[in-house]
């Protein structure tokens, strides 16, 4: 069963390969443009505008705080009832160091705040805020995918992983294009595996 659509697909592997396509040509886009300017970085609002600037073409919900409960895997995100308390949380959180953004990025990873494209959304915001507190963002094409996954699953327990990882693929070359696309393209791979493990509850 394929999300319900403003491109009126009903297959789930048509709609992932429509998403993908949109989606990566509107991150491009959000990269060129002055859109997310008049946002401060690490903020709700922030990560909202970004996945609404994404998936705005494909879903009524783009930008909207999920209303059902998902799960990926054995493992099931912070339900709705908590969803609000869990943004106040987060944007308190500090993001100074590396570490805090770190930190701040895999609380909202487990908050996972939309119905699909929280992966996409959240690395965008994750680089934005590197970017705008320490002058670095992560060179994606140096991040192994099944390592990045692993670390991700482990990180709500264990984040020293995830950080190693990332910190392994920081670079300072802030307004290169090709790093800011090889990010998307990384970012999706896990999108698709969420496409096929989240479900209602």
């Known amino acids: 069963m394929a999300l319900e659509n403003k491109l009126n697909i009903n297959d789930s592997a048509e709609l ?4 993908e396509k949109i989606s990566k040509k509107r991150a491009v886009e959000l990269f060129e443009s002055d859109y997310l300017d008049s946002y401060e970085a690490g903020t709700f609002s922030m990560l909202a505008a970004i996945h609404k600037y994404l998936f705005e073409q494909i879903y009524e919900f783009a930008g909207k705080v999920r209303d059902v409960n998902i799960a990926k895997g054995n493992f099931r995100f912070a339900p709705v009832m908590y969803l609000q308390a869990a943004i106040e949380n987060v944007e308190k959180m500090p993001q100074a160091t590396f570490d805090e953004i770190i930190e701040k990025y895999v609380e909202m990873n487990i908050a996972h705040l939309f119905r699909e494209g929280n992966g996409r959304s959240t690395r965008i915001w994750l680089d934005l805020m590197l ?12 991040v192994d995918k099944d390592d990045y996954l692993l670390a991700m699953e482990r990180s709500p327990i264990k984040d020293v992983e995830i950080k190693y990882i990332l910190r392994q693929a920081l670079t300072d070359k802030i307004e ?3 790093i800011y696309r090889k990010g998307i393209d990384h970012s999706y791979y896990y999108e698709g595996y969420a496409v096929y493990k989240a479900k209602d509850l």
């Open 16 to 19: 992932a390969r429509m998403e």
């Open 176 to 178: 290169d294009r090709e």
């Open 131 to 142: 970017k705008n507190e320490l002058n670095l963002v992560v060179d994606w094409r140096l």
